[in-house]
Nanobody, 128 residues
Framework: QVQLVSSGGGLVQAGGSLRLSCAASGRTFSTYAMGWFRQAPGKERELVASISRSGYSTRYADSLKGRFTISRDNAKNTVYLHMNSLKPEDTAVYYC?????????????????????WGQGTQVTVSS
């Protein structure tokens, strides 16, 4: 079992940056592809970015390419989401998630139901 604890959210002005972190418990972090999702009020949870076990493959929501970067440090059992040029429409609760996979090169899935474990979420609010 994996426990995920996310942090780094907060209030930021439009155009600003934040870095979210998600720390995983246990010694099997490197066997999980990881993803960041977000959910705004009244909207469905959507994929922001995902990354393979190895960290070499990534996937991004088309609308976020170039502004957000996902990365991981398997030695620290942590996945990160660097967010730049933030916009008010980025306001949401951001969740990290873990997907067990046998293949190191496979990037995390794009659907929430593909993931096995979820963090508690961290609020990101972007003011205009």
């Amino acid at each position: 079992q994996v426990q995920l604890v996310s942090s780094g959210g907060g209030l930021v002005q439009a155009g600003g940056s934040l870095r979210l972190s998600c720390a995983a418990s246990g010694r099997t972090f490197s066997t999980y592809a990881m993803g960041w999702f977000r959910q705004a009020p009244g909207k469905e949870r959507e994929l922001v970015a995902s990354i393979s076990r190895s960290g070499y493959s990534t996937r991004y929501a088309d609308s976020l390419k170039g502004r957000f970067t996902i990365s991981r440090d398997n030695a620290k059992n942590t996945v990160y989401l660097h967010m730049n040029s933030l916009k008010p429409e980025d306001t949401a609760v951001y969740y990290c998630a873990a997907e067990y996979t046998l293949t190191a090169a496979v990037v995390g899935g794009s659907r929430a139901n593909e993931y096995d474990y979820w963090g508690q979420g961290t609020q990101v609010t972007v003011s205009s």
